[in-house]
């Protein structure tokens, strides 16, 4: 099952990561992706490339979580790159960065979706 969603903002992404996560869509998790992008999940774990991000997201959605969106904040833009970052309903924090493609489209190519300070 692929629901592959164009990022046309960088907070798009953490928009339809709820929605493909809830979905238990793995390709379309792994999509909004760079290829060498890299992943730290779970805590302390890094994942680099679409190969290793999709091995994590096979686990994840494997569990079957119900995910809430959580309160995006308004992304940090300079040219091509974007921080966004949101607060979960458990009040953790993700923090990711993204970069526009050639096609206008944003994908993230740093995610930290638990941040611990």
């Given at each position: ?22 979905a238990g869509d793995v ?59 949101a607060t979960l309903t ?12 050639p096609d206008g489209s ?12």
């Amino acid at each position: 099952m692929t629901n592959k969603k164009v990022a046309t903002e960088p907070n798009d992404l953490g928009k339809y990561f709820v929605e493909l996560a809830n979905a238990g869509d793995v390709d379309g998790l792994v999509a909004l992706y760079e290829p060498d992008a890299v992943l730290a999940f779970p805590p302390g774990n890094l994942a680099t490339g679409h190969a290793e991000i999709r091995k994590v997201y096979e686990q994840f959605v494997a569990a079957a979580p119900v995910l809430e969106p959580g309160r995006l904040h308004p992304a940090l833009v300079s040219g091509d790159l974007a921080l966004t970052a949101a607060t979960l309903t458990n009040g953790d924090v993700t923090v990711e960065i993204a970069r526009r493609q050639p096609d206008g489209s944003w994908l993230w190519v740093l995610d930290q979706p638990v941040f611990q300070a």
